[in-house]
Each structure stands twice: as C-alpha cells, then as structure tokens.
T-cell receptor, first 113, second 116 residues
Framework: AQSVTQPDIHITVSEGASLELRCNYS??????LFWYVQSPGQGLQLLLK??????LVQGIKGFEAEFKRSQSSFNLRKPSVHWSDAAEYFC???????????FGTGTRLTIIP | NAGVTQTPKFQVLKTGQSMTLQCAQD?????MYWYRQDPGMGLRLIYY???????DKGEVPNGYNVSRLNKREFSLRLESAAPSQTSVYFC???????????????FGNGTRLTVT
C-alpha cells in the first residue's frame, strides 16, 4: 500500500531565509506526486506536481520540488520565504486518479520577522 | 469566480442528529470529492463522484451518504451523527478529462463540524 510521511510537524523559519519541507513516500512504481498548501481558514491549493520527466519541478509562489527516486523523496524548497508563506503544507502521492491519492499529515510553517 | 462553495462554514450537532453538507462548483468540473481532515491524519477521502450520475466510496465512507445532484452539486449527508465524525470537511472538484486523470484538485474553504 502506498504511504507518505512528512517528518516535520511544525517548522519555524525567519523571513528571507531558505526553506525545505520533507516528504518521503512508499510506492511500488513511479508515483504521481503533489504539494498542496492550506492557508488558515482556507481550502488546499495546488503548489506543484510531478508526473514524469525533469525531476526538478517549478510551482507557483516561487516554490520548487525535487523528485529523488533513490531516496523516495519529494522535498519542497523555496530560496527566500515571505510572511505570506505561513501555512500548512501537504504532500500527496498516488497512481493514476485523484481518488487514489494519499495525503501526508502536513507540516505547519511559521514565519518569524 | 466563486470556485468551490461549501455551506455551512460551521455546525454543531448532537449525537444522533442528521445534517447535509452542501457543495457546489462553478468551474464545469466533472469530478467532485468529499474529504475529512483530522489532526495528525491528513486528508482522507470519504466519497467521490467521477462524473454526474456516479458515486463511489473512498477510504472512510462509513456513516456517510452522498448525492451528486447535478454536475455542479455534490452533497454529503450524516444520517446519525457521532462524536467520531467531529472533523473539518472539505469538498473538492477536478476537471478530470479522462479515466486516471490527475487534474489539480480545487478545494472549498471547509465546514467545521462538531458533534457533542
């Protein structure tokens, strides 16, 4: 069965600093991988996705993620965070079909001035 | 564009009461989904509707029913609410052009339900 692990429940970063959020998955083949962001009181919004091809994918809001098959990871990065990036971030993994996606438990990001 | 609209935003129920959570999307999407979000559990799929006229169970369907009223609307019903159903419920939609499509999910803002 597929699974996804986000090891960090809560991360605090200073504004302007770099960010890396970890996502590790377990899946038998090359998965479909996603990062979603949830701002307070809002629904989730897609940041980026990986299906195939270039293992470094660019998303919205200046985020990027790198698929590393050997490490079963799909970590999310941003070179310089802004206060507006404070939110909860969810990694999701699955095969074909949104109905088969497994979401991680999320990482809450706090930005300090 | 409103996107995905959920009503109500908040609801408190007593054990055994029933209620229906409403969801409507104005993006002409084919597929719609209901998730619940619990602390430390991530999002779990309750039911989904791949297209108008079809519904299927997700990971945690027990205690819930759904109706795909038309292409726009997908409701979730709790027939006899239990404290274990205290959660935040999210409706989502995706365009899903073909079987196995992973089109982006578009989420509503959620309904916070408390069952006492």
């Amino acid at each position: 069965a597929q699974s996804v692990t986000q090891p960090d429940i809560h991360i605090t970063v200073s504004e302007g600093a770099s960010l890396e959020l970890r996502c590790n998955y377990s899946y038998g083949a090359t998965p479909y991988l996603f990062w979603y962001v949830q701002s307070p009181g809002q629904g989730l919004q897609l940041l980026l996705k990986y299906f195939s091809g270039d293992t470094l994918v660019q998303g919205i809001k200046g985020f990027e993620a790198e698929f590393k098959r050997s490490q079963s990871s799909f970590n999310l990065r941003k070179p310089s965070v802004h206060w507006s990036d404070a939110a909860e971030y969810f990694c999701a993994v699955g095969p074909f079909g949104n109905e088969k996606l497994t979401f991680g438990t999320g990482t809450r990001l706090t930005i300090i001035p | 564009n409103a996107g995905v609209t959920q009503t109500p935003k908040f609801q408190v129920l007593k054990t055994g009461q029933s209620m229906t959570l409403q969801c409507a999307q104005d993006m002409n999407h084919n597929s719609m989904y209901w998730y619940r979000q619990d602390p430390g559990m991530g999002l779990r799929l309750i039911y989904y509707s791949a297209s108008e006229g079809t519904t299927d169970k997700g990971e945690v369907p027990n205690g819930y029913n759904v109706s795909r009223l038309n292409k726009r609307e997908f409701s979730l019903r709790l027939e006899s609410a239990a404290p274990s159903q205290t959660s935040v419920y999210f409706c989502a939609s995706s365009v899903t052009r073909s079987l196995g499509d992973n089109s982006p999910l578009h989420f509503g803002n959620g309904t916070r339900l408390t069952v006492t």
